[in-house]
């Protein structure tokens, strides 16, 4: 049977609920599919990026397979890094593109020699289907990851039609094992029919290393080489899509330019709302004080020169960004919503306001620009995340649990009660979750 949970312990053995550890293992080959990967930006490109570069490092023998991007190699290798990109062209869409990339990345790791251990798929969606079908194929143990839930979450997409909920239940009975990032993915799993031993929970995790705390000096530093304003800085990293909420932002960034007039905010990221966000600005009288760069290949240096990081979501599954920011000692403002739930403590590691709600995430952004207790609880959310979320540890556990796949175990092992720290029942509030 599958255990629910596995954890790292730390100084990175990994261990099972029984405590086991496991010091050294054989090499691993991992096929890691994800239609969503570095050039595009998002939390599930950055995930899947961030990942394979800790298994690599650890030893494993990591093979990506994503679509096709102009610009970059069908093929490149760094170390133990394979990224291979196959499918239509750049720019395709559509269903024959999503056949495409399926049927590619099927044929693609099927002819891997010597063949790979486990198949490693983000998403339920094309990845999920290249992965069952190399299982089909070769007998490969197929891992299942999604990254969203609610209406345009993994579950929510495929049950919206009669195809999509016979896609899901060959996938609910064909795969190995789910991971399930968060409380509201575990919960529309168990109601899609996976049972509970299948299921993994296993958050995203977060590079310590290079998102840290920045000293005062560091920042201005930071600044300085970045271009950015001297003032109170606030920053958003993440699409511009309707589910992240940054219309609500702009709705609220005028009550906070009102008490603070040097307040400046930094929206770091590209998507279909550019166009709407910018007349909004303008149309409330402060695109002065916002500024849209575009999307930053790394926002590390942007999140540690910055005086408060915001999440304004609709909904969220387990979001990077957040993470990301708390990581970074940052005092952190989100929407209660989905994981950000479960990421972020009101009152003790950042500030958590209520959805659909501009006056409330002005005062929150106000506090955090302000107030003193708003860096004690930053620096307090960078001792949880380093705790619980960071990569290493992360990496560690999905190193176990391809390791037993690989040897036909249960993914988990033991089946015993986890020793994992895990939300309070009250912080795992349901809600929807994007494509963060």
């Not at 990994?14 to 595009?40: E, K, N």
């Amino acid at each position: 049977m599958l255990r629910a949970e596995l954890c790292a312990a730390p100084g990175g053995a990994v261990t099972d609920a029984t405590g086991a550890g496991s010091s050294a293992r054989p090499i691993v080959r991992v096929a890691m599919l994800t239609a969503l990967y570095p050039p595009s930006v998002g939390g599930i490109q950055s995930h899947t990026f961030s990942l394979s570069r800790a298994l690599a490092a650890k030893g494993a023998e990591v093979h990506v397979v994503t679509r096709r991007a102009a610009g970059h190699p069908l093929h490149a290798v760094e170390g133990r890094l394979h990224v291979h990109r196959v499918g239509a062209p750049p720019g395709s869409s559509g269903p024959l593109a999503t056949l495409a990339y399926v049927a590619g990345a099927a044929r693609l790791v099927a002819s891997l020699t010597p063949r790979v251990d486990v198949v490693h798929a983000h998403q339920l969606l094309s990845p999920s289907s290249a992965a069952l079908l190399v299982k089909a194929l070769a007998g490969t143990p197929v891992l299942l990851n999604p990254h969203a839930c609610g209406t345009i979450g993994d579950v929510g997409v495929l049950s919206s039609t009669a195809l999509g909920r016979l896609r899901l239940r060959a996938t609910v009975a064909r795969a190995d094992a789910f991971v399930a990032i968060s409380g509201p993915i575990h919960a529309e799993l168990r109601g899609a029919g996976v049972p509970e031993e299948r299921i993994l929970t296993i958050p995203n995790g977060v590079e310590l290393d290079r998102f840290r705390p920045a000293d005062p000096d560091e920042r201005g530093a930071l600044r300085r080489a970045l271009g950015l304003p001297p003032g109170p800085l606030v920053v958003y990293t993440g699409r511009l899509a309707p589910e992240k909420g940054v219309d609500l932002l702009l709705a609220a960034w005028p009550a906070v330019v009102a008490r603070l007039p040097a307040a400046r905010l930094w929206l770091l990221g590209e998507g279909t709302e550019r166009a709407r966000l910018e007349e909004a600005a303008r149309r409330t009288g402060v695109a002065d004080s916002v500024a849209l760069p575009g999307a930053a290949p790394d926002v590390a240096p942007f999140v540690r020169a910055a005086d408060a990081a915001v999440l304004p979501s609709r909904t969220e599954g387990m979001p990077v960004a957040l993470l990301e920011a708390m990581a970074c000692g940052v005092p952190a403002v989100a929407t209660a919503v989905g994981g950000s739930v479960e990421v972020l403590r009101d009152g003790v590691t950042g500030r958590l306001v209520p959805p659909e709600r501009p006056d409330a995430l002005a005062a929150g952004l106000l506090e955090a620009l302000r107030e003193p207790d708003a860096r004690e609880r930053a620096r307090a959310a960078r001792d949880e995340v380093a705790a619980r979320y960071g990569l290493d540890r992360v990496a560690d556990t999905f190193l176990e649990v391809y390791s037993r796949l690989r040897r036909n175990e249960p993914a988990a092992g033991g089946g015993a009660e986890s020793r994992c720290p895990t939300p309070s029942r009250s912080r795992r509030r349901a809600a929807g979750a994007s494509r963060t």
